[in-house]
């Protein structure tokens, strides 16, 4: 799980880095690699390509942490308030040592609590590509939307900790160094060799923009159910099977199973983003387009 642009807000009004510049993603250059959709996919069309988020993915397990941590927390402090109900309710030492215990604690309430907050908001954050009008528009985490001009945002691979790779499209000032604003892509790279192979993703979506979903529709072997409608526990085994592949590994299923108990109600509350009407406008599809696929389209 990787929070950053959720917990920690990406730096802005800032230079470029020079890693940033040289891990950049050209728009008009055409890699060489095979391309992937990472399951990542809620409709295609010949308008428009629409993704999901990174949070995505494990979202649930920011709620889940959260909440044993909060358990934990309160069970300590009752278990406090017991032994001094039972054993020293006259000693003013006592209560004063449980006041500062709960003053001790009160941070970690307040902090865990509004992460949970923070991830109970939208069932997801999607990410629009149009490629009639050449914009992308992006749900920030507030509800607004951000649309910026494909081909001027400048796409680059960062170092977001010191394992984790991802691909970021900043938005720059004038100037073409000034970094505004940042969003990401929904894929994460563990390590240099996955960095190098999950750039067939940033291809797929290139070729989208550039080539058209002719050439990258054969690829998607399914699309995610939550445009209007909230992700069901069915689809959730689903998406972990196909995360885990061919080869499960036991302590990566045990990661998986351990976020649910979050992300169960994390979904339940949260919200199903609506892109205002006049993007919906811009984005009108052809009842008859050939390349319409949703997850109606998902084998039965």
């Not at 230079?15 to 060489?32: A, M, R, S, V, Y």
């Not at 240099?192 to 940033?202: C, R």
Request: with cysteine; proline share 5%; hydrophobic share 40%.
């Amino acid at each position: 799980m990787e929070y950053t642009g959720l917990l920690k807000n990406y730096k802005v009004n800032r230079k470029l880095t020079q890693q940033e510049k040289e891990n950049q993603l050209h728009q008009d250059t055409k890699l060489n690699i095979k391309i992937s959709h990472e399951l990542t996919v809620i409709e295609i069309n010949s308008t428009y390509l629409e993704v999901v988020d990174k949070f995505f993915f494990w979202k649930g397990g920011l709620t889940t942490a959260c909440s044993l941590l909060l358990v934990g927390i309160f069970v300590i402090l009752i278990a406090f308030l017991r032994l001094i109900i039972i054993e020293r309710s006259n000693e003013i030492e006592a209560w004063l040592a449980l006041l500062f215990a709960c003053a001790v604690f009160s941070p970690l309430i307040w902090l865990f609590t509004r992460s949970i907050h923070k991830e109970i908001n939208l069932t997801h954050y999607p990410i629009r590509f149009n490629r009639n009008t050449r914009k992308i528009h992006v749900f920030r985490l507030d509800g607004s939307v951000l649309t910026a001009n494909w081909d001027q945002v400048f796409f680059t691979q960062s170092l977001v900790t010191s394992k984790f790779w991802e691909f970021q499209g900043h938005i720059l000032a004038e100037d073409r160094e000034t970094v505004l604003e940042t969003f990401a892509l929904p894929i994460l790279a563990a390590g240099p060799k996955a960095k190098e192979d999950f750039k067939g993703y940033w291809e797929f979506i290139r070729r989208y923009m550039e080539e058209g979903p002719a050439s990258v529709i054969d690829v998607i072997t399914g699309y995610l159910p939550i445009k209007q409608k909230k992700e069901t526990l069915a689809f959730c085994y689903h998406r972990v099977a196909f995360s885990l592949g061919s080869a499960i590994n036991p302590l990566m299923l045990l990661y998986y199973i351990m976020y649910y108990p979050g992300r169960i109600p994390a979904m339940h509350y949260s919200k199903i983003p609506q892109w205002p009407r006049e993007i919906e406008e811009q984005c009108s599809v052809n009842p008859n387009d050939p390349y319409f696929k949703d997850a109606s389209s998902n084998p039965k």
